[in-house]
């Protein structure tokens, strides 16, 4: 299965990876644009003029041609009608992820996302009455091979493992591979994929217009009878995926350790893809269970973008969203985060390149002050004009990439904003803390000027507006914003907010912010040095 590189879910070491490429979660938006724009109407593009400082003609449109519905089972529908071309990008938002997950099970909500895509009872099977079985033993034989390695049985675990191999062999002859993948591609379907987040979990992709009901088909199906088969060589491509991108990996690692030096006890702290001891102990009774616990009609919402009728898609979803039971949400147990009190650090030696990180807590996306955020991200990080690119990049050259992250690892919840920096040959962390610590005080007794605010809020507004000209942009703006604060329409009282934010508003958030009390540190050096 493939991962999405769609801007919402872009991983944190993919961000590493790309260095100077990085961009900030406030303008990440315009990435959106790149990957999946298909025009910029003529209403956008007068929306998108310096001179235009209101929004609110294109905000009425989209009301004008919004629908939302919820089905009697608890499943929400937001459909945008959008005629510009016979296209249609659907989204699939389940609102569960990372933070959800039971202690010492850390990486189901992500197996689950893999599994999602092995198909049902029907798609995914040449026979599954002859495989419903072999399924079954496979995981009677997993629970006894675990059970003799306890006992340390090493010549029980030697023949069991070896029946479980012959077992699986003969699920896989049974098994279609990527047959949902099939199914979408030959229809014209494009961009099938799916991403796991510490607080949810996305499917999605788009269809020529005439295919409606057949995306109702295949997405309904798909959660109302899954078959969560390939389970055991599944796992095997996640841990290779968290070698690749925690083990294999400085960074990751460093990452990884950053957060739970950052968090004390709220989930933030835990890796989305799971740890390793805890993925290997992963059964597929806990993938169905946690899929039974939060994939109930309640806990979805849907987003569909495009050329639609709205009484057809309430028709269609009836029929087939209406299947579902409903059902009560499971309820994690997430435990709020105290209040930092003094500076916390943590340094790790490995062979890589050096690198400097520096952590703040913030609050969740639903404060009143989430636009000044926003803005101080920008300021400080968002491309070539900020001001961490020119001080420590071009003027100081202590640093080959410095950016930074506001809201990680997600928003849902008080969160962090990350800050990193890699060293220029020559030119230690110990510089860089001080170079970024500058600029950040800055903030705090310095206020920004009137053009510097006005450019930053130009490039937030273009970005987001951007964004919701792509189909699937629109998508995944609606729902982020429905699922997590409450109503779509909070979308777009952000850019209102963001054109309120005054160099007052910043002084002040920095001030709070930006304290040794609620300071992260983290240096990774190089090993040997």
């Given at each position: ?79 945008l009608e959008r005629h510009q071309a016979p296209v249609v990008s659907f989204l699939t938002y389940a609102d ?434």
């Amino acid at each position: 299965m493939k991962h999405s590189t769609l801007e919402f879910r872009l991983r944190i070491l993919d961000w590493f990876k790309e260095r100077t490429k990085t961009i900030s979660r406030l303008f990440a938006l315009t990435l959106v644009l790149i990957i999946f724009c298909w025009s910029v109407t003529p209403q956008l593009a007068i929306a998108l003029q310096p001179s235009q400082t209101s929004i609110q003609p294109y905000l009425d449109r989209v009301i004008k041609e919004l629908t939302e519905f919820r089905l009697d089972n608890g499943l929400k529908f937001i459909v945008l009608e959008r005629h510009q071309a016979p296209v249609v990008s659907f989204l699939t938002y389940a609102d569960v992820g990372g933070i959800d997950e039971p202690d010492g099970q850390t990486g189901v909500a992500h197996f689950l996302e893999h599994l999602a895509f092995k198909g049902t009872k029907r798609i995914g099977t040449t026979d599954y009455q002859a495989e419903k079985p072999l399924l079954e033993k496979l995981e009677e034989l997993d629970k006894k091979i675990r059970s003799a390695k306890a006992k340390n049985q090493k010549s029980a675990v030697d023949e069991l493992e070896t029946k479980f191999k012959l077992v699986e062999a003969k699920a896989v002859k049974l098994v279609k591979q990527n047959e949902i993948g099939q199914i979408v591609e030959q229809a014209g379907g494009v961009g099938l994929n799916a991403t796991t987040s510490s607080e949810a979990t996305r499917y999605f992709y788009s269809f020529p217009a005439n295919k409606l009901e057949l995306w109702m088909s295949l997405e309904s199906e798909r959660f109302l009878d899954p078959v969560f088969r390939e389970f055991y060589k599944e796992k095997d491509v996640i841990l290779e995926e968290r070698r690749m991108r925690v083990e294999n990996s400085p960074v990751g690692l460093m990452v990884e350790k950053f957060m739970d030096t950052a968090f004390k006890v709220h989930p933030y702290r835990r890796p989305t893809i799971g740890y390793d001891e805890d993925i290997r102990n992963l059964t597929p009774e806990n993938v169905r269970t946690f899929f039974e616990n939060y994939y109930v009609p309640s806990n979805l919402t849907i987003a569909i973008v495009g050329d639609v009728d709205p009484d057809e898609v309430k028709k269609l979803a009836q029929v087939y969203f209406g299947r579902y039971q409903a059902k009560t949400k499971g309820q994690a147990k997430i435990t709020s985060e105290p209040q930092q009190t003094k500076t916390r650090e943590l340094t790790l030696e490995l062979p890589t390149q050096p690198w400097y990180f520096e952590g703040y807590h913030r609050p969740a996306i639903t404060d009143p002050n989430n636009a000044a955020y926003d803005i101080i991200a920008s300021l400080l990080s968002s491309g070539r004009t900020s001001r961490l690119y020119k001080s420590l990049i071009e003027e100081k050259r202590i640093a080959l990439a410095a950016q930074g992250i506001n809201g990680y690892p997600g928003d849902k919840y008080p969160n962090l904003m990350l800050f990193y920096a890699l060293t220029a040959p020559g030119h230690t962390v110990d510089e860089l803390a001080i170079a970024l610590r500058t600029e950040i005080d800055k903030l705090k007794t310095e206020p920004v000027s009137p053009k510097e605010l006005e450019r930053v809020k130009n490039q937030a507004r273009a970005g987001l507006l951007r964004s919701l000209d792509s189909n699937m942009g629109m998508a995944q703006q609606l729902l982020e914003y429905e699922v997590k604060t409450g109503s779509w329409r909070n979308l777009f009282k952000q850019l209102d907010d963001i054109a309120a934010v005054t160099p007052a508003d910043i002084q002040r958030v920095a001030q709070t912010t930006f304290t040794p009390e609620n300071r992260t540190v983290g240096k990774l050096l190089s090993k040997g040095k």
